[in-house]
């Protein structure tokens, strides 16, 4: 992977297109109309703000021009300025983005190798990839780039600096554009380079007392609409039990295969998310490597106890653990979701504090530590 480069590149994609840029298209991809539903049962939201069409993906294009990187998404109705700007906050938003009731994420896969990327999503997404595929850069439409940029930094970590939230998007009736520096991506756009498009309704207040009513718990998320049992004015319908089902409402495939069943390919029972595979503009996606299909390894035996101000109990067997030692936590599909450093070795577990996505840490999820040389210490 190349080297990371801290990424302060939040205001430039530029809605103004290069004067006498040259324009040319890298891919283009369409996507089934009327499959804004998730994995086949979701219902809209029922105020009367949104469209049937508002959540429906149906184009997504890649075009080089000039210095730029330009994404074009279409979908099946008008980008529009709300009648109303207030939800359950008292104080009306200031929605300057061009873009209001959706979240638009772009997974970009430019290298085309199975797990040398991240493969972490947006969070509050709920999703996973398919086939070890994972995304060396990530771009995010969304209505408030700021407030979902802080939320997504204090959970991802090292990943986040990969993900840009574009300023002064453009909109031109159901397309809405980003223009982004191809040196955003490390290189200029090839036909190869592979997507992941998925869309999902945009929160637009930060309070976790919805979601906490609803599923007993925090839910870090960046400002991501969510899917319950009985859709209500502001909220996706028609969701199972259980924690684990997707909140992206629609997704960009490979031509075939069903949407119904990616996106209900999620476990109840195990927590584990729906995995999406990636489109690739060249048509193919490459080869999987046998690596990234492998069976996973078993289930990490230390555990987090419980979360508290930063404070993190994990137990189980702490054998070659010591202090000072840092500690992968694992989400339900099993990518590091935050990161732990041990400062107490106790009998039965350790006692570690948070240093990175502590807002994601929850009881129940496995923690990971890299094995000791003999003799070394922390």
Request: with cysteine; proline share 9%; net charge negative.
């Amino acid at each position: 992977m190349r080297p990371l480069r801290p990424v302060l590149l939040a205001a430039l994609a530029f809605s103004v297109p290069v004067l006498g840029a040259d324009r040319k298209l890298i891919a283009s991809f369409d996507d089934p109309a009327g499959d804004a539903n998730g994995p086949g049962y979701y219902e809209p939201p029922g105020d009367t703000d949104f469209l049937p069409g508002d959540f429906d993906l149906r184009q997504f294009q890649v075009y080089e021009e000039g210095d730029k990187v330009v994404f074009e998404v279409t979908m099946a109705e008008n980008f529009r300025y709300p009648p109303s700007t207030q939800r359950y906050n008292s104080t009306p938003l200031d929605l300057n983005n061009n873009i209001y009731m959706q979240n638009i994420d772009i997974y970009v896969d430019t290298d085309q190798t199975p797990g040398s990327g991240y493969s972490v999503c947006i969070p509050g997404r709920r999703v996973a990839f398919a086939d070890g595929r994972t995304w060396e850069y990530a771009v995010v439409l969304t209505p408030q780039p700021g407030p979902a940029r802080s939320v997504t930094q204090g959970v991802l970590g090292e990943a986040a600096r990969r993900v840009l939230f574009p300023e002064n998007l453009q909109s031109q009736g159901k397309t809405i554009i980003a223009r982004i520096p191809w040196t955003f991506f490390g290189g200029h756009p090839t036909k190869e380079w592979g997507y992941s498009v998925h869309v999902s309704g945009a929160r637009w207040e930060r309070s976790f007392s919805v979601v906490d009513r609803l599923a007993g718990r925090h839910e870090a998320d960046a400002y991501t609409m969510p899917v319950i049992g009985v859709r209500e004015a502001w909220m996706f319908g028609g969701a199972p039990m259980g924690k684990a089902h997707p909140f992206v409402v629609d997704v960009l495939l490979p031509p075939g295969v069903s949407q119904a069943k990616v996106l209900g390919s999620f476990d109840t029972k195990t927590g584990a998310y729906a995995k999406v595979p990636f489109v690739y503009g060249s048509g193919v996606a490459p080869p999987p490597e046998a690596e990234a299909l492998a069976e996973k390894p078993a289930a990490p035996t230390l555990t987090v106890a419980d979360v508290s101000s930063g404070v993190v109990s994990i137990k189980g067997p702490s054998k070659g653990v010591g202090v000072m030692q840092i500690g992968k936590v694992l989400g339900p599909d099993g990518a590091a979701v935050g990161r732990v450093i041990v400062t107490q070795v106790i009998e039965g577990g350790v006692v570690g504090r948070a240093v990175e996505g502590g807002d994601a840490i929850r009881p129940g999820m496995g923690v990971e530590f890299s094995t000791l040389s003999p003799g070394q210490t922390h």
